[in-house]
Protein backbone atom coordinates (compact mmCIF):
# COMPACT_ATOMS: atom_id res chain seq x y z
CA UNK A 1 0.00 0.00 0.00
CA UNK A 2 1.64 3.16 -1.24
CA UNK A 3 2.49 6.13 1.06
CA UNK A 4 -0.11 8.63 2.11
CA UNK A 5 1.07 12.35 1.42
CA UNK A 6 -0.48 14.59 4.00
CA UNK A 7 -0.41 18.54 4.79
CA UNK A 8 -1.74 19.51 8.11
CA UNK A 9 -3.58 22.83 8.25
CA UNK A 10 -4.25 23.97 12.21
CA UNK A 11 -3.37 27.07 14.11
CA UNK A 12 -2.16 25.49 17.31
CA UNK A 13 1.70 24.47 16.74
CA UNK A 14 0.80 21.63 19.82
CA UNK A 15 -1.87 20.10 17.90
CA UNK A 16 -0.13 20.18 14.58
CA UNK A 17 3.02 18.66 16.21
CA UNK A 18 0.75 16.15 18.13
CA UNK A 19 -1.30 15.19 14.89
CA UNK A 20 2.07 14.55 12.89
CA UNK A 21 4.12 12.87 15.37
CA UNK A 22 0.73 10.39 15.52
CA UNK A 23 -0.04 9.87 12.11
CA UNK A 24 3.80 8.78 11.18
CA UNK A 25 3.84 6.42 13.65
CA UNK A 26 4.02 3.49 10.83
CA UNK A 27 4.42 3.71 7.07
CA UNK A 28 1.23 4.40 5.98
CA UNK A 29 1.55 8.63 6.10
CA UNK A 30 3.89 11.22 5.17
CA UNK A 31 3.42 14.57 6.60
CA UNK A 32 4.84 17.06 4.26
CA UNK A 33 3.76 20.12 5.16
CA UNK A 34 2.43 21.92 8.45
CA UNK A 35 0.86 25.26 8.59
CA UNK A 36 -1.24 27.84 10.67
CA UNK A 37 -3.97 29.14 8.50
CA UNK A 38 -5.57 28.94 5.33
CA UNK A 39 -3.82 30.90 3.32
CA UNK A 40 -0.92 29.37 3.59
CA UNK A 41 -2.72 25.99 3.29
CA UNK A 42 -3.23 26.85 -0.29
CA UNK A 43 -0.29 28.16 -1.12
CA UNK A 44 1.41 24.89 0.18
CA UNK A 45 -1.09 22.54 -1.25
CA UNK A 46 -0.41 23.85 -4.84
CA UNK A 47 3.23 23.48 -4.10
CA UNK A 48 3.28 20.38 -2.15
CA UNK A 49 0.26 18.34 -4.39
CA UNK A 50 -0.42 16.45 -1.43
CA UNK A 51 -2.98 13.39 -1.57
CA UNK A 52 -4.79 14.82 1.64
CA UNK A 53 -5.45 18.31 3.54
CA UNK A 54 -6.43 17.61 7.15
CA UNK A 55 -8.08 20.81 7.53
CA UNK A 56 -9.16 22.88 10.62
CA UNK A 57 -12.36 25.04 10.33
CA UNK A 58 -11.81 28.43 12.79
CA UNK A 59 -7.96 29.98 11.90
CA UNK A 60 -7.13 33.64 12.12
CA UNK A 61 -7.13 35.22 8.54
CA UNK A 62 -8.40 33.24 6.35
CA UNK A 63 -10.91 30.16 7.79
CA UNK A 64 -10.77 26.41 6.27
CA UNK A 65 -14.16 26.40 4.45
CA UNK A 66 -12.67 29.27 2.29
CA UNK A 67 -9.28 27.48 1.96
CA UNK A 68 -11.10 24.26 1.28
CA UNK A 69 -13.36 26.19 -1.51
CA UNK A 70 -9.60 27.37 -3.03
CA UNK A 71 -8.08 23.79 -2.86
CA UNK A 72 -10.79 22.02 -4.41
CA UNK A 73 -11.39 24.82 -7.16
CA UNK A 74 -7.35 24.95 -7.82
CA UNK A 75 -6.40 20.96 -7.31
CA UNK A 76 -9.86 19.07 -7.73
CA UNK A 77 -7.28 15.75 -7.47
CA UNK A 78 -6.36 16.66 -3.87
CA UNK A 79 -8.77 15.66 -1.29
CA UNK A 80 -9.39 17.54 2.05
CA UNK A 81 -10.79 16.08 5.31
CA UNK A 82 -11.77 18.94 7.85
CA UNK A 83 -10.53 17.72 11.31
CA UNK A 84 -11.89 20.12 13.89
CA UNK A 85 -13.54 20.52 16.96
CA UNK A 86 -16.96 22.13 15.91
CA UNK A 87 -19.58 19.44 14.93
CA UNK A 88 -23.00 22.13 14.02
CA UNK A 89 -24.96 21.22 11.06
CA UNK A 90 -23.92 25.01 9.70
CA UNK A 91 -20.52 23.94 9.62
CA UNK A 92 -20.58 20.88 8.24
CA UNK A 93 -22.95 21.79 5.67
CA UNK A 94 -20.71 25.03 4.52
CA UNK A 95 -17.55 22.47 4.82
CA UNK A 96 -19.29 20.31 2.23
CA UNK A 97 -20.39 22.59 0.02
CA UNK A 98 -16.52 24.02 -0.40
CA UNK A 99 -16.18 20.40 -1.31
CA UNK A 100 -14.82 18.51 1.42
CA UNK A 101 -14.57 15.00 1.14
CA UNK A 102 -14.74 14.01 5.04
CA UNK A 103 -15.03 15.39 8.37
CA UNK A 104 -13.78 14.19 11.83
CA UNK A 105 -13.60 15.33 14.99
CA UNK A 106 -10.57 15.93 17.01
CA UNK A 107 -10.03 13.32 18.98
CA UNK A 108 -10.60 11.12 16.48
CA UNK A 109 -8.57 7.82 16.99
CA UNK A 110 -5.30 7.41 14.74
CA UNK A 111 -6.81 4.31 12.66
CA UNK A 112 -10.22 5.84 11.79
CA UNK A 113 -8.48 9.09 10.68
CA UNK A 114 -5.58 7.11 8.69
CA UNK A 115 -8.64 5.06 7.26
CA UNK A 116 -10.17 8.27 6.12
CA UNK A 117 -7.32 9.62 4.29
CA UNK A 118 -6.82 6.38 2.37
CA UNK A 119 -10.52 6.46 1.57
CA UNK A 120 -10.59 10.24 0.85
CA UNK A 121 -7.73 9.75 -1.24
CA UNK A 122 -9.13 6.87 -3.20
CA UNK A 123 -12.02 9.76 -4.75
CA UNK A 124 -14.54 8.14 -1.13
CA UNK A 125 -16.39 10.43 0.84
CA UNK A 126 -15.93 9.85 4.80
CA UNK A 127 -17.48 11.51 8.09
CA UNK A 128 -17.01 10.74 11.18
CA UNK A 129 -20.20 8.05 13.47
CA UNK A 130 -21.89 11.24 14.96
CA UNK A 131 -21.13 13.45 12.00
CA UNK A 132 -22.72 10.46 9.99
CA UNK A 133 -25.53 10.19 11.75
CA UNK A 134 -25.97 13.72 11.84
CA UNK A 135 -26.54 13.75 8.44
CA UNK A 136 -28.86 11.13 7.73
CA UNK A 137 -31.15 12.03 9.89
CA UNK A 138 -31.43 15.57 8.04
CA UNK A 139 -31.41 13.97 5.02
CA UNK A 140 -34.04 11.56 5.98
CA UNK A 141 -37.46 12.46 4.22
CA UNK A 142 -40.94 11.98 5.03
CA UNK A 143 -41.29 9.98 1.90
CA UNK A 144 -38.52 8.92 -0.64
CA UNK A 145 -39.21 9.37 -4.48
CA UNK A 146 -38.04 6.61 -6.82
CA UNK A 147 -34.94 7.12 -7.66
CA UNK A 148 -34.80 6.80 -11.21
CA UNK A 149 -37.94 9.70 -11.51
CA UNK A 150 -35.47 11.93 -9.39
CA UNK A 151 -32.78 11.10 -11.94
CA UNK A 152 -33.86 10.20 -15.30
CA UNK A 153 -30.51 10.48 -16.80
CA UNK A 154 -29.33 8.10 -15.19
CA UNK A 155 -29.30 4.46 -16.10
CA UNK A 156 -30.38 1.99 -14.45
CA UNK A 157 -26.84 0.86 -13.11
CA UNK A 158 -26.54 4.26 -12.52
CA UNK A 159 -29.49 4.53 -10.30
CA UNK A 160 -28.26 1.18 -8.42
CA UNK A 161 -24.59 2.55 -7.61
CA UNK A 162 -26.07 6.06 -6.65
CA UNK A 163 -28.13 4.76 -4.04
CA UNK A 164 -25.04 2.80 -2.73
CA UNK A 165 -22.80 5.42 -2.59
CA UNK A 166 -25.40 7.39 -0.64
CA UNK A 167 -25.40 4.85 2.01
CA UNK A 168 -21.51 5.36 2.11
CA UNK A 169 -20.30 2.14 0.66
CA UNK A 170 -16.99 2.45 -0.66
CA UNK A 171 -16.46 1.43 -4.14
CA UNK A 172 -14.96 -2.53 -3.27
CA UNK A 173 -18.08 -2.56 -1.73
CA UNK A 174 -20.56 -1.58 -4.06
CA UNK A 175 -18.48 -4.07 -6.68
CA UNK A 176 -19.31 -6.85 -4.11
CA UNK A 177 -22.95 -5.91 -3.69
CA UNK A 178 -23.96 -5.80 -7.28
CA UNK A 179 -21.78 -8.26 -8.68
CA UNK A 180 -19.44 -6.29 -10.99
CA UNK A 181 -15.60 -5.41 -11.42
CA UNK A 182 -14.57 -2.61 -9.15
CA UNK A 183 -13.31 -0.86 -12.82
CA UNK A 184 -17.37 -0.87 -13.85
CA UNK A 185 -18.08 1.12 -10.55
CA UNK A 186 -15.65 3.64 -11.00
CA UNK A 187 -16.57 3.97 -14.41
CA UNK A 188 -20.08 4.38 -13.31
CA UNK A 189 -19.44 6.58 -10.48
CA UNK A 190 -17.73 8.81 -12.97
CA UNK A 191 -20.97 8.84 -15.03
CA UNK A 192 -22.78 9.96 -12.34
CA UNK A 193 -20.97 13.43 -11.29
CA UNK A 194 -20.92 14.36 -14.66
CA UNK A 195 -25.02 13.73 -15.60
CA UNK A 196 -25.22 14.82 -12.33
CA UNK A 197 -23.21 18.04 -12.99
CA UNK A 198 -21.21 17.67 -9.31
CA UNK A 199 -17.68 18.17 -8.48
CA UNK A 200 -17.10 15.12 -6.24
CA UNK A 201 -18.36 11.95 -4.92
CA UNK A 202 -19.42 13.91 -1.63
CA UNK A 203 -21.82 16.46 -3.45
CA UNK A 204 -23.30 13.47 -5.33
CA UNK A 205 -24.26 12.10 -2.29
CA UNK A 206 -25.56 15.14 -1.24
CA UNK A 207 -27.67 15.30 -4.05
CA UNK A 208 -28.84 11.29 -3.78
CA UNK A 209 -29.58 12.54 -0.25
CA UNK A 210 -31.95 15.56 -1.25
CA UNK A 211 -34.02 12.92 -3.67
CA UNK A 212 -34.38 10.68 -0.60
CA UNK A 213 -31.70 8.16 -1.49
CA UNK A 214 -30.29 7.07 1.91
CA UNK A 215 -29.10 4.75 4.26
CA UNK A 216 -30.98 1.71 4.95
CA UNK A 217 -32.72 2.19 1.07
CA UNK A 218 -32.05 -0.93 -1.05
CA UNK A 219 -30.86 -0.45 -4.10
CA UNK A 220 -33.53 -0.15 -7.22
CA UNK A 221 -33.99 1.22 -10.49
CA UNK A 222 -37.48 2.15 -9.97
Known amino acids: MSTLNVLICDDHAGFRASLSALLTGGDEVLV ?4 ADGAHAVRSALALQPDVVLMDLAMPGMGG ?22 DDDDAVFAAMRAGARGYLLKGARRAEIVRALRAVADGDAVFGGAIA ?40 AIARTLGISEKTVRN ?9 RVADRAQAILAAHDAGMGPGQPPSAG
Not at 32 to 35: A, K, L, P
Not at 153 to 159: I, N, S, Y
Not at 188 to 196: M, Q, R
Request: neutral net charge; glycine residues 6%.
Open 32 to 35: VGEV
Open 65 to 86: VEATRCIVDSAPHIGVIVLTMI
Open 133 to 172: GRLTRYFDPPTAPSPSRSFPGLTPREVEVLTLMAQHLANP
Open 188 to 196: NVSAVLVKL
